[in-house]
T-cell receptor
């Protein structure tokens, strides 16, 4: 069974304090690893897709990386507006529903 | 206008009532999904559809049904609502490649009393 585990569940940082969020995955035949941002009461907003180990993508203060077992979302010098829940999803090659399995998310709070 | 639109955004209904949540998209995607989100449980797949004639059960389909009225429209019904169906519901779409990102609607917050 495909599994995605995100850690920590919650993280509180000071503005400017860099850190990383972890997404560990166990899927058969990874076809894609997705990161989303979700604000309270809103739908997940797509951030990145990573397809193979060693791949990296960046957007503003965010950088996503991928290994064969986990993905990291690095946040550099975060600002209060980066506060949100960050979701990770992995897609395996098995299963009919595109095999997209979501983690439970990391709730990030950036304090001014 | 949003690419994926859900109606209603909020709904309170009584136990035993039938309720329909609607989703429409302008992305032109073939694949549409209904997810449920509960605190501490993450997003769970209820039903999905790869095209107008295709309907498939997801992880937690009991108590739910769906209808794909057109490529752009996918509705979720609760035949007889119960309190543990209180949750945030999301519709999502993906293109037919199957390994690209999903686009989500803004969600419907459903409360069953």
């Amino acid at each position: 069974e495909d599994q995605v585990t995100q850690s920590p569940e919650a993280l509180r940082l000071q503005e400017g304090e860099s850190s990383s969020l972890n997404c560990s995955y166990t899927v058969s035949g990874l076809r894609g690893l997705f990161w989303y941002r979700q604000d309270p009461g809103k739908g997940p907003e797509f951030l990145f897709t990573l397809y193979s180990a060693g791949e990296e993508k960046e957007k503003e203060r965010l950088k996503a990386t991928l290994t064969k077992k986990e993905s990291f979302l690095h946040i550099t010098a975060p600002k209060p507006e980066d506060s949100a829940t960050y979701l990770c999803a992995a897609q395996g090659s098995g299963g009919g529903a595109d095999g997209l399995t979501f983690g439970k998310g990391t709730h990030l709070i950036i304090q001014p | 206008d949003a690419d994926v639109t859900q109606t209603p955004r909020n709904r309170i209904t009584k136990t035993g009532k039938r309720i329909m949540l609607e989703c429409s998209q302008t992305k032109g995607h073939d694949r549409m999904y209904w997810y449920r989100q509960d605190p501490g449980l993450g997003l769970r797949l209820i039903y999905y559809s790869f095209d107008v004639k295709d309907i498939n059960k997801g992880e937690i389909s009991d108590g739910y049904s769906v209808s794909r009225q057109a490529q752009a429209k996918f509705s979720l019904s609760l035949e007889s609502a119960i309190p543990n169906q209180t949750a945030l519901y999301f519709c999502a779409t993906r293109d037919s490649l199957g390994n690209t990102e999903a686009f989500f609607g803004q969600g419907t917050r459903l409360t069953v009393v």
